[in-house]
């Protein structure tokens, strides 16, 4: 459908989006329905149809809502830093202070393997390409070590997806609330495990001393080539 030309549907729009992040984290794709996120949104169902045209439209934009978002919080975290490392470091903090305020995030994306594939693969998809540009060009710099930076990047994606998951979405609570993937908490991932995140990650990307001592020295890719 075509987007709302005016400002004032540009925000109903917006408030549709907002109320189906909240109905389809509390209820799942199944239970959720356009009544529910009109009611949520304080919308006739009528006015639903003027920018959604079925309840998988809105879905499918919500993905991508959600996805433009979340890159755009780390993007401008690690637009203030200077190398590759405090970029992860920045990235990462922006990523777990967003998914505190919208766990919808796991919820929906993790609904979209099973009720838009299409949607899922784009999500992750957008997040990758971002990141292995930005592992190549550290490496070519001698920021990183000489690491394939497209298994880098989904190796990356894949840490900061299951220690969000973990402590963001499902709290730190009592042992039971470990266990459980339904609890819904909406904490910080808490600064000792951040800390042993990064010690973790800046252990597999540390470049080797004498690309840090002498940023112009070639690495060990190239250094192997005849």
């Given amino acids: 459908m075509s987007p709302p030309r005016t400002a004032r549907g540009v925000a109903t729009r917006r408030r549709l989006l907002e109320a189906a992040e909240r109905v389809f984290a509390k209820y799942g794709y199944a239970e959720a329905s356009v009544s529910r996120i009109t009611e949520a949104a304080g919308i006739g169902q009528g006015t639903f149809y003027l920018y959604f045209a079925t ?22 975290a690690s637009a203030e830093t200077t190398n590759r490392i405090e970029s992860e470091r920045a990235g990462f903090r922006a990523f777990f202070t967003f998914t505190a305020e919208h766990p919808a995030l796991y919820r929906v994306i993790r609904e979209a393997e099973f009720v838009s594939p299409g949607a899922l693969r ?18 070519e710099a001698g920021e990183i070590s000489d690491i394939d930076p497209t298994v880098a990047a989904w190796a990356l994606m894949g840490i900061g997806e299951m220690i969000g998951m973990r402590w963001v979405l499902w709290g730190d609570g009592d042992q039971g609330a470990d266990a459980d993937p339904t609890a819904s908490g909406t904490n910080q991932v808490p600064e000792h495990v951040f800390d042993e995140m990064m ?20 690495t060990p890719s190239e250094r192997a080539k005849p």
């Fill in 199 to 218: 010690r973790f990650i800046e252990g597999a990307l540390r470049a080797p001393a004498d690309s840090v001592a002498n940023p112009g020295a070639t």
């Fill in 55 to 76: 309840k998988l439209d809105i879905f499918n934009e919500l993905v991508e809502d959600l996805n433009h978002r979340v890159r755009k919080a780390m993007s401008a």
């Fill in 122 to 139: 784009l999500h992750y998809t957008r997040i990758v390409e971002g990141y292995i540009q930005g592992l190549t060009e550290a490496g």
